[in-house]
């Protein structure tokens, strides 16, 4: 992989979703949620948006004031938006500081993200559903986001991976890891994370994030042997050979599906 450039990751916390059809008390229990993720150390976390315009501006408005000016806050649509929706959305959120927009629009509109791109000053990212460097390359030829996302357990691979990182770098865009799901997917993406350089060579320069979805979840830190260490928002790289980590077999066998 061409060996670590750093040991350590800044996470970022992945949750704050919606949990109640009442906003009032959605408010409150992710208020709650938000600051839980500060008393664990968290300096950026990420929610989800494209539940309607009025809807999601009260509650990034309201997680906005929670957390303060200093924490980065992301969001992500999961394509839920179409492109009027996502502009409208976008520009409304501006005043809001806020680090990407995920996923705004259907992931195959690679128009639709160059275009919205050009319509809002929110990064624009995506990728956690495209594959393989070919999609990749559409992608940033386009210079469709400004933040790509490709999830290291499905995009093929490490090595097609780090040849994505590697064409991302060439077309500086950002690339931060989708990570969700198991924690041998977490382990690989720690492996990729300590590879992947900064965009540009700087003092000042931006490092990837880790992807820490942070809702409670038996196939991640109970699969592992020693868990991905998360600390004050902080991951460390799992050190031993391969991928770093070991599987728990009992914990395997008791989520076996025959
Ligand atoms: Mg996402």
Known sequence: MGGPVRTTVKAYATGLYRRNDDRAENHRLLAAEAQGYLAAGFTAM????????????????????????????????????????????????????????????????????????????????????????????????????????????????????????DMAWTHGTRYNPHVWGTGIGLAAAMQLLAVLPTTTPAFGAHHPLLEYDSTPHPFRQDLLVEPVRVESGIAHVPQGPGLGVEIRRDVLERWRVN
């Open 46 to 165: 990420k929610t989800k948006v494209g539940f309607g315009f009025a809807d999601d501006i009260a509650l990034v408005e309201m997680l906005r004031q929670t957390i303060g000016p200093d924490v980065a806050l992301f969001v992500d649509a999961n394509h839920g938006c179409d492109r009027v929706q996502a502009a409208r959305l976008a520009r409304a959120m501006e005043p809001l500081d806020i680090g990407w927009f995920e996923e705004p629009v259907e992931p195959e509109d690679i128009e639709g993200y160059a275009e919205l791109r050009g319509r809002t000053t929110i990064p624009i990212a995506g990728g956690e559903c495209s594959f393989t460097r070919h999609d990749f390359r559409r992608i940033l030829e386009a210079r469709a986001m400004d933040v790509i996302q490709p999830d290291t357990a499905s995009c093929g691979g490490l090595s097609e991976a780090k040849r994505i990182a």
